[in-house]
């Protein structure tokens, strides 16, 4: 099967890169980011939530010199935990692109204030509808950096996400918890909250926002939308000091999108070193979007994972 890859223009984004296997297509943005802006099986609806009218995320800030962080859509590599000022650095400014086997390598501008530069690199595969893609954070300052790689994916409006509880037992000992925000509430109808699984579903009816966030021992998350199963597969390391609680996965909804989020452990990163955090992509064609029967999820998760 041959990898394709494309320079177009996108009348909302600008500037981008198109890649795809001709089973599974994603269009990732140059011109600012990198946002994979689109993902999707070949000739279906994308998947991923794009902003057209490119919104602020957060306030303005001195320090940035007026600038903002934008909302894009997409999928995008951030840093945890969730502190000001540094998480919300814009990235409003073009990409580097470097060519590798089946793929692409997307490097975003330095960001000065903190000392760091981010990079994605895709690399689609051969012969599914699937993808790799490698999150790294270099250290280019001149002093020690503490954070988590935080991939953040947000998901068109409309569809419902499944996630796994651990299965392991423990005997008379507790063997998950949960992490919660201020703004989250437990009676949510959107979150379902079983014994072998989580799902919330995507409202548009529904502007307050829901965020949950738990140690994922599976590795694993997933959307249903538009006919399609996209999966996120990722490594939860034993033994690992994770942000927020312990989390290695978080989810957050509202009324026009819901984030499908993984989390690597800590790192304290010295000038001149990286972490990196991977990611395994699968879509598939799948028509059913499932109610909150454990059985049901049982059944058709098997198919997939």
Not at 237 to 255: H, K
């Amino acid at each position: 099967m041959v990898i394709n890859v494309t320079n177009v223009k996108d009348a909302t984004f600008g500037n981008c890169v198109k890649l795809t296997n001709g089973l599974v297509e994603f269009l990732v943005t140059t011109d600012y980011g990198p946002r994979v802006i689109a993902a999707n099986i070949c000739g279906m609806d994308n998947m991923f939530y794009q902003d057209h009218e490119k919104k602020g995320l957060g306030e303005k800030m001195d320090i940035y010199e007026g600038d903002i962080h934008k909302l894009y859509g997409g999928h995008r590599l951030w840093i945890a935990p969730e502190i000001l000022p540094r998480c919300y650095h814009p990235d409003n400014a073009p990409v580097t692109c470097e060519p590798t086997k089946n793929g692409m390598k997307f490097i975003a501008s330095v960001e000065e204030k903190i000392g760091i530069r981010k990079s994605f690199t895709i690399t689609l595969s051969e012969t599914e509808a699937k993808a790799s893609l490698v999150h790294e954070v270099e250290n280019v300052g001149l002093w020690d950096v503490e954070f988590a790689l935080w991939c953040v994916t947000m998901m068109e409006k409309g569809g419902k996400s499944v996630m796994p509880f651990t299965k392991r037992k423990t005997g008379l000992l507790p063997n998950r918890h949960l992490t919660l925000w201020d703004y989250s509430e437990m009676n949510d109808s959107r979150v379902y909250l079983g014994k072998e699984f989580v799902t919330l579903t995507q409202d548009a009816a529904k502007a307050n926002p829901f965020k949950l966030g738990y140690s994922n021992e599976d590795g694993w998350g997933t959307y249903f939308n538009k006919g399609q199963l996209f999966v996120k597969k990722f490594n939860m390391l034993e033994n690992a000091d994770y942000p927020d609680n312990g989390c290695s996965y978080e989810t957050f909804t509202n009324d026009f999108m819901l984030e499908v989020e993984t989390l690597s452990p800590m790192y304290t990163i010295s000038p001149g070193g990286k972490a990196a955090h991977n990611e395994e992509w699968a879509f598939y064609k799948e028509s059913t979007v499932p109610s909150n029967d454990e059985a049901e999820l049982a059944v058709l998760m098997a198919k997939y994972l």
